[in-house]
């Protein structure tokens, strides 16, 4: 059975930073692609960045490019979503999400496991 738990969300300022994780179980290979997706209050869930597990491809959302990093650490079976320059919009429910996929996914719906979530606040 496959689990993702993420960590790491709170409150911060903003242009400050913030590292979340999602720590993976139960996933048979590295063939999985990692994804990070947001969710706020009254808007749809949306994709932050994906990365291929075996090979570290990442794709990342025009809205978070060059604030934001993906990366994974294979022995922790953990990934990792970089957050830097963090501004009020950013403000959202944070989710990891695991895709049995040869491509990165931006569709929630391709999407085969979720965590539950952590909240991510930026004040002004």
């Known amino acids: 059975q496959v689990h993702l738990v993420e960590s790491g969300g709170g409150l911060v300022q903003a242009g400050g930073s913030l590292r979340l994780s999602c720590a993976a179980s139960?996933?048979?290979?590295?063939?999985?692609?990692m994804g990070w997706f947001r969710q706020a209050p009254g808007k749809e869930r949306e994709f932050v960045a994906g990365?291929?597990?075996?090979?570290?491809?990442?794709y990342y959302a025009d809205s978070v490019k060059g604030r934001f990093a993906i990366s994974r650490d294979n022995a922790k079976n953990t990934a990792y979503l970089q957050m830097n320059s963090l501004q009020p919009e950013d403000t959202a429910v944070y989710y990891c999400?695991?895709?049995?996929?040869?491509?990165?996914?931006?569709?929630?719906?391709?999407?085969?496991?979720w965590g539950q979530g952590t909240q991510v606040t930026v004040s002004s």
């Open positions: 139960g996933l048979t290979s590295y063939k999985y692609i």
């Open positions: 999400a695991a895709a049995d996929r040869v491509y990165i996914p931006t569709r929630g719906s391709e999407y085969d496991y």
């Open positions: 990365l291929r597990w075996s090979g570290g491809t990442t």
